[in-house]
T-cell receptor, first 109, second 119 residues
Framework: GQNIDQPTEMTATEGAIVQINCTYQTSGFNGLFWYQQHAGEAPTFLSYNVLDGLEEKGRFSSFLSRSKGYSYLLLKELQMKDSASYLC??????????WGAGTKLIIKP | GAVVSQHPSRVICKSGTSVKIECRSLDFQATTMFWYRQFPKKSLMLMAT?????????EQGVEKDKFLINHASLTLSTLTVTSAHPEDSSFYIC???????????????FGPGTRLTVT
């Protein structure tokens, strides 16, 4: 079957670094997306990995290991506005995104 | 990035009435559009996938006669919730994807969502 595993909730301090891990199982694989979702809003795109390795984009970086079915999102220099849910969504053989419940990230001053 | 709009952003309707939600891709041609619903603190649930000019493919457990989807053009898909009931109250989100091989082909661009409340 298809499955996504992320921590339910994480807490970090403003200015710090946090890593959100994701393991997945899908029928086929066409890349993995990370989305940010603030409460009551639609998801917004953060990153896309299709090859193994690290993709860096400003304060956010995302890593993928296809052989391990593993990805992580790294957030640096945390800001209060980063408090949100972070969704790991791999794309299966039909290019459909597989969604988990996401990780709620709480940033404390 | 590409822009997807949804209308209305919020709607309140009475039980038994029908509500139409529009999803538009504003600056690219969306060959495929997806409709999701999301309950509070829950993950996105895919309801259906629609390809322009063809019938939508519904996920298991989603009533196609209740949730009517029309994807009549490359920039517009509509979701009509027919004979709405309070349990249909939810956050409905659409996303759009461009043609395979094109610049907008690998990413789903999300609309801002529609909050439906059925009283």
């Amino acid at each position: 079957g298809q499955n996504i595993d992320q921590p339910t909730e994480m807490t970090a301090t403003e200015g710090a670094i946090v890593q959100i891990n994701c393991t997945y199982q899908t029928s086929g694989f066409n890349g993995l997306f990370w989305y940010q979702q603030h409460a009551g809003e639609a998801p917004t795109f953060l990153s896309y990995n299709v090859l193994d390795g690290l993709e860096e984009k400003g304060r956010f970086s995302s890593f993928l290991s296809r052989s391990k079915g593993y990805s992580y999102l790294l957030l640096k220099e945390l800001q209060m506005k980063d408090s949100a849910s972070y969704l790991c969504a791999p794309s299966d053989s039909n290019y459909q995104l597989i969604w988990g419940a996401g990780t709620k990230l709480i940033i404390k001053p | 990035g590409a822009v997807v709009s949804q209308h209305p952003s919020r709607v309140i309707c009475k039980s038994g009435t029908s509500v139409k939600i529009e999803c538009r891709s504003l600056d690219f041609q969306a060959t495929t559009m997806f409709w999701y619903r999301q309950f509070p603190k829950k993950s996105l649930m895919l309801m259906a996938t629609s390809n322009e000019g063809s019938k939508a493919t519904y996920e298991q457990g989603v009533e196609k006669d209740k949730f009517l989807i029309n994807h009549a053009s490359l920039t517009l898909s509509t979701l009509t919730v027919t004979s709405a009931h309070p349990e249909d109250s939810s956050f409905y989100i659409c996303s759009a994807m461009g043609a395979a091989g094109g610049p907008d082909s690998y990413e789903q661009y999300f609309g801002p969502g529609t909050r439906l409340t059925v009283t």
